[in-house]
């Protein structure tokens, strides 16, 4: 079987999986606790629909909490929606979806306005400006701290309102009825040793709100639970999948010397207010690149990072953001959060440089959604990163991702609280497999950033491709009775499954992870254009005003196909 360009032989795995023995029922389950995973919780909630919340770490364990730019939003003087319309289609690189363009820019001073009703404490005055953005339009919260200040206010409302919560539950599989359609989910509730105790959680639509899939890369902003699951779901489940080469690698993640994993991220606010990319000589990195220098988005940004450090008379493993002009009480005052962790680690922002590199940051693609979340397959949603709406395109313009979640979450929420699927049929559980072996995890990792990072060939490609198609299966431990966990659990399941060994969380996330990588080589060796986030190493990128197509794809028979298109159906029902 041959997949996109050749890409023979590398599968997606199944989970392993033992017996189910608890149930739960809803009418709607979403999966995870982002921004935009609890908006539409509580919007659906709202409409009186019966909500089950899933999440894998406490309430708001992913990304939002970290975010430090802010919410994009054309509220200020001189801005209108438009022109951040076409800042987000420039930044996107011709492969936006005008509508989705359009109903973000008009939808965010909605939301900030929102947030504020619920007691957000925004900054909506003093602007700050980013990457790409014409104008100062983004929105802050404490200097630096908008996800912090966004988790608040949603996580108090997620918890006054009616809507079930189950912390400590990892969502393995889609359940599908006799109609083919989503109703719920397998899962696992983890056990102090990260043992999985699997169940069902049946629904009448099930809505994937976790986040990207940074862990795949060896460094990332992304904090540790963000891998891959949703994507990984949907595309066992046979989901249209968009555009998951396009990887936004953030400029300014704080580099340390055999420091991999998640990293803090230094704001691209920074720059907006003066900070400067520079070398070892201390000459500015982006000088003469792009007409906007060190604002200029953030695919160009990371690509001549790359080119620089690749130029051997300087490390090859990072640069330097110099924000010494900012002065020591600026610093403080605006930008605390940055200030803070550059001084844990030994590091005065106002007396020297910040050691920076691109990491792996944010999925511009993802599961293919209506606007209001609806993926190719009925029953099945998807918000926040691990959706593909349209918005970003090839290269997401700064701070525009968590004005969508917020936006997305909310009509997903909506359409869902006036529309359902009908009741489910007979639930089918999904297929075991092998898994991967968590053991690899961090090879895979180290050859993801190696070979599908900032800048590409087919050669790296090809070894990445070969490195995934390798990788050990999982060697999970023998059935046994796991101990009681809190939640909905009812002994003795309705729907059995094959008995086997009961798979852990690590085994979980590396099948997870190993997934999302086989789709990115895929869906990278299916494009031979530079364009975007994705480039290929000394191949120019193209004009963004040219002929662009979009890359989709479809797991049949365990391997990534190109796929054709399909309507996505709008919701229907009671």
């Not at 918005?391 to 997401?396: D, F, I, M, P, T």
Request: glycine content about 14%; some cysteine; proline content about 8%.
């Amino acid at each position: 079987m041959t997949g996109p360009a050749g890409l023979t032989g590398a599968e997606l795995r199944h989970l392993p999986r033992a017996r189910p023995c608890w149930e739960a029922e809803a009418d709607i389950v979403v999966v995870g606790s982002g921004a935009a995973g609890m908006t539409a919780a509580l919007t659906a909630a709202g409409h009186g629909r019966r909500v089950l919340l899933l999440t894998k770490d406490d309430i708001g364990g992913g990304a939002t909490p970290l975010a430090q730019g802010g919410l994009a939003a054309a509220i200020g003087p001189g801005d209108d929606p438009g022109l951040h319309q076409r800042d987000t289609l420039d930044a996107g690189a011709g492969l936006c979806d005008p509508a989705a363009v359009a109903a973000l820019v008009a939808g965010a001073p909605g939301e900030i306005a929102r947030l504020a009703g619920r007691g957000a404490r925004l900054e909506r005055t003093a602007l700050h400006l980013e990457g790409g953005h014409s104008r100062r339009r983004i929105v802050t919260a404490g200097g630096d701290a908008i996800g912090a200040e966004v988790h608040r206010v949603l996580r108090a409302a997620l918890l006054a309102s009616p809507v079930q919560v189950i912390t400590g539950c990892v969502a393995l599989d889609a359940l599908t009825d006799d109609r083919g359609s989503v109703s719920g989910v397998l899962a696992g509730l983890a056990d102090d040793g990260g043992v999985l105790r699997a169940g069902l959680a049946a629904a009448r639509a099930v809505v994937l709100a976790t986040g990207g899939f940074g862990q795949a890369y060896a460094m990332t902003t992304s904090p540790a639970g963000v891998t891959g699951d949703g994507l990984a779901l949907a595309a066992r489940a046979g989901a249209e999948l968009r555009d998951l080469e396009f990887v936004q690698f953030h400029p300014t993640v704080l580099w340390q010397e055999t420091a991999n994993g998640q990293r803090p991220l230094i704001t691209e606010a920074l720059r907006g207010a003066g900070a400067v990319l520079v070398d070892a000589a201390g000459q500015p990195v982006m000088a003469g690149r792009h007409p906007l220098g060190d604002l200029a988005p953030r695919d160009v940004v990371s690509s001549a990072m790359a080119q620089r450090m690749g130029r051997g008379d300087g490390p090859g493993d990072h640069l330097w953001l110099d924000a010494t002009m900012l002065g020591r009480a600026a610093l403080e005052r605006d930008f605390p959060t940055v200030t803070a962790l550059c001084r844990a680690r030994g590091i005065d922002p106002a007396a020297e440089p910040i050691p920076v590199a691109p990491g792996a940051h944010y999925a511009c693609g993802g599961i293919r959604v209506g606007l209001d979340g609806q993926t190719s397959v009925p029953g099945l949603y998807a918000v926040g990163e691990a959706a593909s709406t349209g918005v970003h395109g090839a290269n997401r313009l700064a701070s525009n991702s968590l004005t969508e979640a917020l936006i997305a979450g909310r009509r997903a929420g909506e359409r869902l609280g006036r529309y359902l699927p009908g009741p489910p049929g007979g639930l089918r559980l999904p297929p075991a497999g092998p898994g991967v072996d968590p053991a690899v995890r961090p090879i895979l990792a180290v050859a993801m950033s190696r070979d599908a990072g900032v800048l590409r060939d087919r050669e790296d490609l090809e070894r990445l491709r070969q490195a995934l198609d390798q990788a050990p299966p999982s060697h999970p431990g023998p059935s046994h009775p796991g101990p009681s966990h809190p939640g909905p659990s009812h002994p003795g399941p309705s729907h059995p499954g094959p008995a086997g060994a009961r798979p852990d969380l690590a085994t979980v996330e590396a099948t997870n992870l190993h997934a999302v990588s086989v789709l990115v080589a895929a869906s990278a060796l299916a494009r031979a254009e530079s364009r975007g986030c994705h480039r290929w190493r000394d191949t120019p990128p193209v004009n963004s005003a040219g002929r662009a197509r979009h890359t989709l794809l479809r797991v049949e028979g365990g391997q990534p196909r190109e796929a054709q298109s399909v309507r996505i159906k709008e919701g229907v029902g009671a």
